[in-house]
């Protein structure tokens, strides 16, 4: 087992990995910017270590200060979180020539899963439904015929990269030149990678994705199922654990292509594979996420397994030691993200100090965060501030309780998103479970 690791990242994302290791008895190295001098995960590591000016690329995108922070503190593995590095194949090649574990797949699993095109081929290779569509196409005018094969409407996917950029939702053939050319610049701005392909687009559909963990002997187990359907432009915004659409036999189903993908490119670690659902229970693979997920703690809530502990374990060379059929699903968890933002200001950004602060608590109650009374939060990062989790026996009684916590939650000197959430929630096409991915868009021209 290690003795130390460093944490490539910050937030609340650093705090969790960082009180996991230490139930493990295992130090911790922080690194952060400038910007993130007062933060908590710098507090609460065992060492510290300033990398670079405020903005993300001067320090958590800095490989090279990282590297050379991991190194000369004795770490002998790095966790990425989610976001950041987590899914860059160069860093984590680089980890691998410094002989420095990264707590995750390797950088030939993140470069292939990464590669949206060669993606899908390896899964329809490997017999796990795939969304009708292209490969890889150049030239716009082939790609207008093929788009009038497919029928519209239909999206415009950017092989790499990922967070809603360079994909475009196209629903005639005069649209398509323009959301073709516009798609492929996003990419190449974006990403370093222009290349696009064509893609269905299903619609109504539910995001439902599958938890898996991967140790190096060979071994795939599946931790249940996440909906994640309530997003606004590509982002989530609640996720719950078991989907209120997904019946035994569909969740056998996906649970053995979610292993079918893993077993198809030799995964190791956490991943996730996520599907979209249409209304005749049809799925298809979507992509696979190399890294630990942000919303990972409904799944430990309704396993009561921890697993960024399990992603250490396995990165350490441990093998998994139970079977599928030790795994349980007990109630019912959702997960609600709170991000300092205006929703009545178009979700305008915010930040500032944090006047007051209330947590909300009881039995089956977590808020994930890492900002505390006085703290500034900074203009530089994601908006996301904080997630509360609750569980209960049933659907019915986890909303009822995650209304309770969020209304007990208090968050004073910034705007923030809890009472959204709590409309989301008080919404019939969520309390019944009937929300698609489109939930947000008819939910907010319903209050405009």
């Known amino acids: 087992m290690f003795s130390k690791i460093l944490i490539a990242n910050r937030g609340e994302i650093a705090v969790r990995i960082i ?12 690194v952060y910017s400038e910007a993130d001098k007062d933060a908590m995960h710098v507090k609460l590591a065992d060492e510290s270590y300033c990398i670079g000016g405020a903005r993300a690329s001067e320090s958590y995108l800095n490989m090279p200060a990282i590297l050379t922070v991991a190194v000369s503190s004795g770490a002998q593995a790095i966790h990425p979180g989610y ?25 030939q699993q993140i470069s292939l899963l ?50 809603g950029r360079g994909i475009r939702l196209v629903n005639s053939n005069e649209e398509f030149k323009n959301a073709f050319l516009s798609a492929s610049s996003e990419a190449e701005s974006a990403f370093g990678d222009g290349a696009v392909y064509l893609e269905k687009f299903l619609k109504p559909v539910k995001h439902v994705e599958m938890q898996l963990m991967c140790d190096k002997h060979g071994n795939v187990l599946c931790f249940g199922e996440r909906e994640c359907s309530v997003q606004r432009k590509n982002q ?7 989907s209120p659409v997904v019946t035994d036999e569909l969740r056998a189903k996906m649970m053995d292509a979610a292993k079918k993908a893993a077993h198809a490119v030799n995964y190791v670690n956490a991943g996730t594979v996520e599907f979209l659902v249409d209304k005749n229970k049809n799925f298809y693979f979507m992509e696979m996420n190399t890294r630990l997920q ?24 441990a093998e998994l030691n139970m079977k599928q059929h030790d ?3 007990h109630g019912h968890a959702i997960e609600c993200r709170i991000n300092a933002e205006n929703p009545d200001l178009n979700f305008r950004p915010s930040c500032g100090e944090i006047t007051m602060l209330h947590v909300p608590g009881g039995p089956f109650v977590r808020f994930d965060t890492a900002i505390y009374m006085d703290y500034s939060i900074p203009p530089y990062y994601d908006s996301m501030i904080g997630k509360l989790i609750v569980q209960a ?32 929630l008080s919404d019939p096409n969520f309390v019944d479970g009937s929300y698609t991915t489109d939930f947000m868009n008819d939910f907010l021209s319903k209050g405009t």
Request: glycine share 8%; net charge negative.
């Open 19 to 30: 009180r996991a290791c230490r139930e493990m008895g295992i130090e911790t190295v922080a």
């Open 83 to 107: 976001g950041l590095l987590s899914e860059n194949a160069k860093f984590v090649s680089l980890c691998e020539q410094c002989n420095i574990e990264f707590i995750g797949p390797s950088s």
């Open 114 to 163: 990464g590669d949206k095109d060669m993606a899908r081929k390896t899964m329809r290779n490997a017999g796990v439904p795939v969304t009708p569509g292209t490969d890889i196409i150049d030239d716009v005018d082939e790609a207008l015929v093929e788009a009038e094969k497919i029928g519209y409407p239909l999206l415009i996917k950017a092989r790499s990269g990922g967070g």
């Open 236 to 242: 989530k915004l609640i996720e719950e654990s078991p």
């Open 294 to 317: 942000v919303e990972h703690p409904v799944t430990e809530m309704v396993t009561g397994l921890d697993l960024v502990q399990w992603q250490i374990r396995i990165a350490a060379g």
């Open 327 to 329: 795994i349980h699903i």
């Open 393 to 424: 026996r049933t659907r019915e009684h986890a909303i009822r309780k995650m209304k309770m916590a969020l209304s007990e939650l208090n968050i004073h000197g910034v705007d923030h998103n809890r009472n959204l959430q709590i409309e989301i």
